[in-house]
């Protein structure tokens, strides 16, 4: 309850804070905080679902990979009727955030992988109930892609003009460091959880 309680305080925070910034054409839209709190939920369902894996315990499988499957149809929902805003000019920035991506070979690329790792999570979470890793790791995969479009690609859209400017992890140091220092922060929530959480357990759903 208290982990709840906190996850939609941030979703209120974070999603209707960026909304409301009307300069970014891809931030400004009330979906933003329903696509946040999907996505939160089939991330959090992929980080449970790979804990479970990492403690040897199967048995949750299909009741984690089914609620894994209402939370990607719901992503889809959300992401199809942003783009039906956007096509028939319902929404002012939803149109305009699309007419500055169809320039750009780089987010139809963009749009492409998210659409289809999407799909593929789903077909995976419908069709390998009893499959954990691949699922969990698809659907970590999918609400980082989401926030990393959001806030990344949403700065790259142009306010003025027409030139996209493209932002992307280099092998520099600094981006080296922030990569590793993700990684360790994954780690430690984990040895954190697994301590204080007995995932041993046997599933009783």
């Not at 309850?1 to 009330?30: D, F």
């Not at 894996?53 to 992401?79: D, I, K, M």
């Not at 009727?81 to 070979?105: H, K, Y």
Request: glycine fraction near 10%; include cysteine.
């Amino acid at each position: 309850m208290v982990a709840t309680l906190g996850a939609l305080l941030v979703l209120l925070y974070t999603g209707m804070e960026v909304m409301v910034v009307q300069a970014r054409p891809l931030w400004n839209t009330s979906l933003l905080p329903l696509i946040f709190a999907v996505t939160a939920m089939t991330g959090g369902i992929g980080m449970t679902a790979l804990f479970e894996a990492f403690a040897g315990n199967r048995e949750s499988a299909p009741l984690l990979n089914q609620w894994l499957a209402r939370g990607v149809w719901a992503t889809l929902a959300l992401l199809v009727l942003w783009l039906v805003l956007g096509l028939s000019g319902t929404s002012t920035a939803a149109s305009e955030a699309l007419a500055a991506m169809r320039t750009s070979f780089g987010w139809l690329v963009t749009g492409g992988w998210l659409f289809g790792s999407t799909l593929l999570t789903l077909w995976l979470a419908k069709n390998n109930r009893h499959s954990l890793i691949m699922p969990a790791l698809l659907a970590l995969h999918g609400a980082w892609l989401i926030r990393w479009i959001v806030f990344i690609g949403g700065q790259s859209l142009p306010k003025i003009g027409s030139a996209t400017h493209a932002y992307y992890l280099t092998l520099t140091p600094d981006s080296l460091l922030g990569i590793v220092g993700m990684a360790g922060l994954c780690v430690t929530l984990y040895i954190i959880l697994t301590s204080l959480i007995p995932w041993d357990d046997q599933a009783s759903a």
